[in-house]
């Protein structure tokens, strides 16, 4: 049973540490997404990647979240520092090419970060 | 920049009944527009996904509508039941259903028996 799979579940960390969340997505997906989803903002996308390369991390503060992909079974997303505006579910989710263009996001069970 | 909206306020439909929900969106014009289904603490689970080009898509007791020039999309539940209480999220993207999703804040359903 094919599934995204984000580490970890749920985070509670001090403001001013660093977190690192990450996402091994489905085997053969080539395309990878971040989102951050609050009650006040909704799922927003912070980045994602085609074939490990960043295509868009505009919705992503720069100055203190970094996202990458070692390799194509792992994404990481990362805060340094964190404070507690950054608490949220993170999702990640990935896609497959398709040749006409359907195709569908899967995503993961997201990672519920706390910043106190 | 691009927006999505759809009703902030939750929908409540008796058990039976067909429930509707709208997604209306500016300052883009998406190829795909997508319908996920999120339940309580877990992530979004996709639906149904139609082109810029179809007006109308069907799968089971769901349908959706596509208008690109009124902007919106209409996602329709027939013979609504209980179990599909949940919130639901129209997406949109522009050059592939895999390109730069971007979400609405959902429409949360109740269906009461």
């Known amino acids: 049973d094919a599934r995204v799979t984000q580490t970890p579940r749920h985070k509670v960390t001090e403001m001013g540490q660093e977190v690192t969340m990450r996402c091994q997505p489905i085997?053969?997906?080539?395309?990878v997404f971040w989102y951050r989803q609050t009650m006040m903002q909704g799922l927003e996308l912070l980045a994602y990647?085609?074939?490990?390369?960043?295509?868009?991390d505009s919705g992503m503060p720069k100055d203190r979240f970094s996202a990458e992909m070692p390799d194509a079974t792992l994404a990481t997303l990362k805060i340094q520092p964190s404070e507690p505006r950054d608490s949220a579910v993170y999702f990640c989710?990935?896609?497959?090419?398709?040749?006409?263009?359907?195709?569908?996001?899967?995503f993961g069970q997201g990672t519920r970060l706390t910043v106190v | 920049s691009q927006k999505i909206e759809q009703n902030s306020e939750a929908l409540n439909i008796q058990e039976g009944k067909t429930a509707t929900l709208t997604c209306n969106y500016t300052?883009?014009?998406?190829?795909?527009l997508q319908w996920y289904r999120q339940d309580p603490g877990r992530g979004p689970v996709f639906l149904l996904l139609?082109?810029?080009?179809?007006k109308e898509k069907r799968k089971e007791r769901l349908k959706v509508t596509f208008d690109t020039t009124l902007k919106q999309s209409l996602f329709h539940i027939t013979a609504s039941q209980p179990a599909d209480s949940a919130t639901y999220l129209c997406?949109?993207?522009?050059?592939?259903?895999?390109?730069?999703?971007?979400f609405g804040s959902g429409t949360r359903l109740s269906i009461r028996p």
């Open positions: 139609i082109r810029e080009n179809e």
């Open positions: 997406a949109i993207s522009r050059y592939s259903s895999a390109s730069k999703i971007i």
């Open positions: 990647f085609r074939n490990r390369a960043p295509l868009d």
């Open positions: 300052n883009y014009s998406p190829a795909y």
């Open positions: 085997l053969g997906h080539n395309t």
């Open positions: 989710a990935s896609a497959p090419t398709s040749l006409d263009g359907d195709t569908e996001a899967f």
